[in-house]
């Protein structure tokens, strides 16, 4: 699994506990379900969405940024595969990001620090899988300096992070990806954005009609203040679930995070660790796979529920090496 997320049966969405896709903790607010009824009984499918200019208008409210800045996507997906050649990514990262060359970040007691180096750089803010925050500084003087900095905030609107959007009219080397997919828990709608000069640049390169006019007329007539009400509500959210995940003490190591979800070091592999979950019908993100990461890693988004998948997580961990004295079936039941 290259990306987490549960696996559809047969056409109908996963019924398991899904920690491994990170999702707003308070859901999808009943103000955009609302309206995607409308959109439906409007019967909007039927009609090509236009040239995207009230939802761009929407989208620049949202951020305070002037509307000609505004790109739209498929996605925050499609936006980065447009991104083209040349850039550098600190690891661990976002597997999506196109990668000319990569470069470690720095652990640093219980974070990770994610210097810019190279001329062109990706990076993630908050970081995923870290949860780290970007150096504000850092980027500020990489700026200056006349370096091209894409950063994905895909996950600021609700994490404990400065954003950089208020930048972009200051900054034509500065291009903020995002989306609606986490901050509004929308993944199917797949409606993604860019904040930057390079906007008008990527939207060439895509396709026309790639937001449906589903999520074109839901994003089109939401009211911004209302969003933004959202997302600080949800911030408080995030920010409770947060204290509560610092508050306790956990085997291996444990990362501080400043985003929805936390990476944690376990005793036991990884593996092991979602296959013992999948028992107790819950799924959480097996990080090995991200660059820089070992077989002991897991992300797990901040949810109610988040601390009975740690309670599982202690229970295996504790009984592990009992555990695999005896067989699998035992560990998995
Ligand atoms: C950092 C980051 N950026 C972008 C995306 C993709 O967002 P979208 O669903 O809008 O394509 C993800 C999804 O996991 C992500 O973690």
């Not at 060359?101 to 210097?115: M, Q, T, W």
């Not at 990806?177 to 986490?182: A, D, E, P, R, V």
């Not at 930057?196 to 895509?206: D, N, P, T």
């Not at 990461?293 to 992300?299: E, V």
Request: charged share 25%; hydrophobic share 40%; glycine share 8%.
């Amino acid at each position: 699994m290259i990306h987490g997320g549960a696996l559809w049966e047969r056409g109908r969405p996963p019924e398991v506990k899904d920690f491994s896709v990170n999702l707003n903790p308070l859901g999808t607010p009943a103000f955009l379900e609302e309206l995607i009824e409308e959109a439906v009984k409007r019967g909007v499918h039927k009609f090509y969405p236009d040239d995207y200019s009230s939802l761009k208008q929407v989208i620049a409210e949202v951020y305070g940024v002037d509307p000609g800045l505004v790109g739209v996507f498929n996605g925050a997906t499609e936006a980065i595969r447009l991104l083209g050649k040349g850039f550098s990514v600190p690891e661990p990262n976002f597997v999506e990001y196109p990668r000319s060359s990569i470069y470690l970040a720095e652990e640093v007691g219980d974070s990770f620090r994610f210097p810019i180096r190279g001329e062109k750089v990706i990076i993630s803010n908050p970081n995923n899988p870290t949860g780290a925050e970007a150096s504000f500084n850092e980027v500020l003087s990489a700026l200056q300096l006349g370096k091209e900095v894409v950063v994905d905030e895909s996950f600021a609107d609700i994490g404990l992070v400065k954003s950089f959007a208020k930048y972009v009219e200051e900054f034509p080397n500065l291009l903020v990806i995002s989306t609606f997919t986490k901050s509004l828990s929308v993944p199917g709608l797949r409606i993604g954005f860019t904040l930057g000069a390079k906007s008008r640049e990527l939207e060439v390169k895509a396709i026309p009609w790639r937001v449906n006019s589903i999520a074109y007329y839901v994003f089109s007539n939401v009211d911004p203040k209302e969003v933004r009400r959202f997302f600080a509500e949800s911030r408080r959210k995030v920010e409770e679930l947060l204290a509560i995940y610092s508050s306790k003490k956990l085997p291996g190591k444990a990362y501080r995070s400043r985003a929805p979800f936390f990476l944690w070091r376990t005793p036991c592999t990884s593996r092991d660790v979602v296959r013992y979950l999948l028992g107790k019908g819950y799924l959480v993100r097996d990080a090995s796979n991200f660059i820089g990461l070992d077989s002991h890693y897991i992300r797990v988004a901040l949810k109610d529920g988040f601390e009975d998948v740690i309670q599982f997580v202690l229970n295996l961990c504790e009984n592990y090496q009992r555990v695999l004295k005896g067989s699998f079936k035992v560990l998995y039941r």
